[in-house]
């Protein structure tokens, strides 16, 4: 089985400048996360798909930050403009379909490093 | 705002020994308690605590939960180089948006030198 997949691995971009990040959850898995990891902080919750509804985006930081589930399969989350503060790792995870009462574990996957120059 | 914090942040051990990783909390509507392990790209999964006292094992690798202290520790015993990197601690609660989220603690990195 094929782990949840990012792309890019790395990109390097100037401020002011559009990137769209894009995760490919394990196939069948509804719900997707991404996270964001800025050097020297721990890993921060983003934001939270059901298939193709946002369930959670408290963790947004602001309106330059546009993601999108189409179709609840890939996501991609798109920065724009971008800034230097926007630079880390983001970090996307994917788990099954929550059943009441029951706890899914979310697998991650390699991330994606963003510097913004 | 919900809290975890991991101790020590770093940690080199010689081949052999047995190490002890730290993870405590502040989080309202507790989940579950999760380790990772992050080597070079993504965290790997290790294990999932939902009840106190009852330890989880993976071959060296073993994890309690403390719910009264609200804590978690990572056991690693005779530790081999292949055990180096980052141990991440990451609580679930319940976010009030409908939705449950992870929180991370910074990591422990560890290094383990033949």
């Known amino acids: 089985e094929a782990g949840v997949t990012q792309f890019p691995s790395h990109s390097v971009i100037e401020k002011g400048q559009t990137v769209t990040l894009r995760c490919d959850p394990i196939s069948g898995h509804d719900n997707l996360y991404w996270y964001r990891r800025v050097m020297g902080k721990e890993i921060k919750f983003l934001l939270h798909f059901v298939k193709e509804s946002k369930q959670d985006e408290s963790g947004m930081p602001n309106n330059r930050f546009l993601a999108e589930r189409t179709g609840g399969t890939y996501s991609t989350l798109k920065v724009q403009p971008a800034e230097l503060e926007d630079s880390g790792v983001y970090f996307c995870?994917?788990?099954?379909?929550?059943?009441?009462?029951?706890?899914?574990?979310?697998?991650f996957g390699p991330g994606t490093r963003l510097t913004v120059l | 705002e919900d809290k975890v914090v991991q101790s020590p942040l770093s940690l080199v051990v010689h081949e052999g020994d047995t190490v002890t990783l730290n993870c405590s909390y502040e989080?309202?509507?507790?989940?579950?308690l999760l380790w990772y392990k992050q080597e070079k790209k993504a965290p790997t999964f290790l294990f999932m605590l939902?009840?106190?006292?009852i330890e989880k094992k993976s071959g060296r690798l073993s994890s309690i939960l403390d719910k009264k202290e609200l804590s978690s520790i990572l056991n690693i015993t005779a530790t081999q180089t292949g055990d180096s990197a980052i141990y991440l601690c990451?609580?679930?609660?319940?976010?009030?948006?409908?939705?449950?989220?992870?929180?991370f603690g910074k990591g422990t990195k560890l290094s383990v030198i033949p």
């Open positions: 995870a994917s788990s099954p379909r929550r059943l009441a009462g029951r706890t899914d574990t979310q697998y």
């Open positions: 939902t009840s106190s006292g």
């Open positions: 990451a609580v679930e609660a319940y976010s009030g948006a409908g939705s449950y989220q992870l929180t």
């Open positions: 989080v309202t509507n507790f989940r579950s």
